[in-house]
């Protein structure tokens, strides 16, 4: 796929200088460029990760929200964030956390659900009520949940696999109409 | 007082999330096996956050300030304010399933009223964790029906797990001074009046799984003598034994 890079889109050329010459916009294109460590298909600012920019005197700070509260990822996303921002922009950033309000996937970017679709991990509530209502539905020995459609074929004919995937953020799935296991990005 | 309530919820993860931790590579199948370990990152996770808030009300209460590692890693076990049921030890999958399930119910329920504490900091750790700990109690609940009404043999390894475990959810609910006097203050969880619903919620998952829970226990920990005032069974020592082992013989350890 010939997609533009995130590296491409860093435009601002490093201005080396005090934190009161860094232009907020191009902090928050530096943060667009910074992909997440376990989902590098999306940008952190994509999955709602970043909260804010602000400068506190002679300070730029980036708040961030954890998604998961033991995702091993967010000290990396940190460190990532101070690199891409300075190199950006000349300035290191302060990185705070923030709690609330607590992250959810409802903050995922419309066009990073495309993102995730195209990666073969089925984004979180992409199905429509109308599809559930129509849809055949395997029994399973759990309570019945929305079904999840399959980003390979699109059928609404899946089954879980298992409540935790390859990381915090996901669950397995397989499809039963073509057989292909997928992961799934679990509604948070 | 505050910084006690604090220790209770940072210990109640870090304790469970060891527990959890012991089965990596031992799961029943590698799904649970994956399974477990989420959880007990996710406990992990929680246990961090109550401990960064534990640490700041301990310089505020004139302390040193003690880190999340200080914490961790350099108590003891009379110093550990975790629920009984917690440390106990993995037992067989049955044994663990109805540990989790047990312990999930409880801590979704309070998180929930601790999401209207009046200490702003606890409402927030709670929010976050509570999202968390609904999807727990979905797995563990999915477990116990399946288990408990599944085989002759995964049923009675359930209920023995129910009959020698249900001794250790009366704690849960005994309300002590530091509780109470923070509950009255709108900043802690009022366990008593939550445990009709707990109750309603197990019974509901057992009569599924076709368990029954145990008629006339004792209740250990009750009456303010138990984990959440330090004293513990002997199997949390051994847990600590092993989890604090490396940086007590290396304090400065750095990776």
Known sequence: MSVPGPATRIAEPAAAGPATLVSIAAVWRALASVPDPEVPVVSIVELGIVRDVVRERDEIVVTVTPTYSGCPATAMIEADIRTAVEEATGVRPRVQTALAPTWSTDWIAPEARGKLLRAGIAPPGMTLASDIATSARPITFTRPRAPVACPNCGSLRTSELARFGSTACKAQYRCTDCLEPFDYFKPH | ?255
């Open chain 2, 1 to 255: 007082m505050l910084l006690d309530y604090l220790l209770r919820f940072a210990d109640n993860a870090l304790v469970l999330a060891q527990r959890l931790g012991e089965w990596v590579g031992k799961g029943p199948v590698l799904e649970e096996d994956i399974a477990t370990t989420n959880v007990g990152l996710d406990l992990i996770g929680q246990a961090r956050l109550w401990f960064a808030y534990a640490s700041e009300v301990d310089a505020r209460e004139g302390h040193a300030g003690r880190s999340e590692d200080r914490f961790a890693y350099f108590r003891d076990s009379g110093e550990f304010r975790n629920l009984l049921l917690v440390e106990q030890p993995n037992g067989n999958y049955a044994d663990t399933i109805v540990r989790q399930f047990l312990f999930d119910q409880w801590h979704v329920l309070t998180l929930g009223q601790l999401t209207l504490s009046r200490d702003e900091r606890i409402a927030a750790i709670a929010a976050k964790a509570i999202k968390e700990v609904r999807y727990h109690v979905e797995r563990s609940r999915d477990w116990v029906i399946r288990l408990g009404d599944g085989t002759d043999v995964s049923h009675s390894r359930m209920q023995s797990a129910v009959d020698a475990l249900w001794m250790y959810t009366g704690e849960m609910f005994s309300v002590d001074a530091t509780e109470r006097a923070l509950i009255d203050a709108g900043v802690a969880a009022d366990v008593e009046a939550l445990q009709p619903h707990w109750s309603a919620a197990v019974n509901a998952a057992f009569d599924e799984a076709t368990l029954v829970v145990p008629a006339d226990a004792w209740m250990q920990g009750s009456r303010s003598r138990g984990g959440k005032q330090g004293v513990h069974t002997e199997h949390l020592s051994r847990l600590l034994a092993e989890m604090q082992s490396l940086p007590r013989s290396y304090p400065e350890a750095r990776w």
